[in-house]
């Protein structure tokens, strides 16, 4: 079965640290990567995700993610965080040559990033 | 667009009694969508994936007489949790496919169940 690792469980991170957020998968097909957030009290919105050709991916709020393949990584980055980007991050996978039909997605543990003002 | 939304948003059942939660796509047809429990600081685990007009592929250990699917239409997707035990209590999301979209689902705020 796929399964996807999100190495960091809690981060903190004062306003205008940079931010990178592990995520790796296990699959060696085809997929598709998806980075959600959950922010207090909310459901989860898509920040970002990559289907195919530049590796790069820039998301909503000034989010980016780069796949590498050879590392089957999704890395989730940004510059300079804001207290406002406290929320719980979600790295997901979807397999595509196996069950895409259905879009089944495989998350990560998720990452509870916590920002200080 | 693309807004899933979920009824309701909290419950509180009894032990024994059976609680019906739904979930529906209101800008757009949705023929999968998918029920996840998320335990707290955990991931999302897929319970099913429900597909309009047809019966409920479960995830294995998920007791598909206990939690009941039913996707009626193309918009509505229910989850009935049948003689509610007190370690049912979670949080329960689903999530929509537009059907003419790509593998990317919308997800619902989830509903929170405590049984008592």
Same mark, same amino acid.
């Given at each position: ?33 998806? #980075?959600? *957030? ?12 990559? =289907? ?14 780069? =796949?590498?393949?050879?590392?089957? $990584? ?6 300079? *965080?804001? #207290? $406002? ?10 397999? *595509?040559?196996?069950? $895409? ?14 920002? #200080?003002? | 667009?693309?807004?899933? /939304? ?17 979930? +529906?796509? &209101?800008?757009?047809? %949705? ?5 996840? +429990? ?9 319970? %099913?994936?429900?597909?309009?007009? /047809? ?21 509505? @997707?229910? &989850? ?9 209590? @979670? ?7 537009? +059907? ?12 929170? &169940?405590?049984?008592?």
């Amino acid at each position: 079965a796929q399964s996807v690792s999100q190495h960091n469980h809690h981060v903190i991170l004062s306003e205008a640290a940079s931010l990178e957020l592990g995520c790796n998968y296990s699959y060696g097909g085809t997929v598709n990567l998806f #980075w959600y *957030v959950q922010y207090p009290g909310q459901h989860l919105q898509l920040l970002l995700k990559y =289907f195919s050709g530049d590796p790069l991916v820039k998301g909503i709020k000034g989010f980016e993610a780069e =796949f590498i393949k050879s590392k089957f $990584s999704f890395n989730l980055r940004k510059p300079s *965080v804001q #207290w $406002s980007d406290t929320a719980e991050y979600f790295c997901a996978v979807n397999a *595509v040559d196996r069950g $895409s039909t259905l879009g089944r997605l495989y998350f990560g543990r998720g990452t509870q990033l916590t920002v #200080w003002p | 667009g693309a807004v899933v /939304s979920q009824h309701p948003s909290r419950v509180i059942c009894k032990s024994g009694t059976s609680v019906k939660i739904e979930c +529906r796509s &209101l800008d757009f047809q %949705a023929t999968t969508m998918f029920w996840y +429990r998320q335990f707290p600081k955990q991931s999302l685990m897929l319970m %099913a994936t429900s597909n309009e007009g /047809s019966k409920a592929t479960y995830e294995q250990g998920v007791e598909k007489d206990k939690f009941l699917i039913n996707h009626a239409s193309l918009t509505l @997707s229910t &989850l009935t949790v049948t003689s509610a035990h007190p370690e049912d209590s @979670s949080f329960y999301i689903c999530s929509a496919r537009d +059907r003419w979209g790509g593998v990317e689902q919308y997800f619902g705020p989830g509903t929170r &169940l405590t049984v008592t």
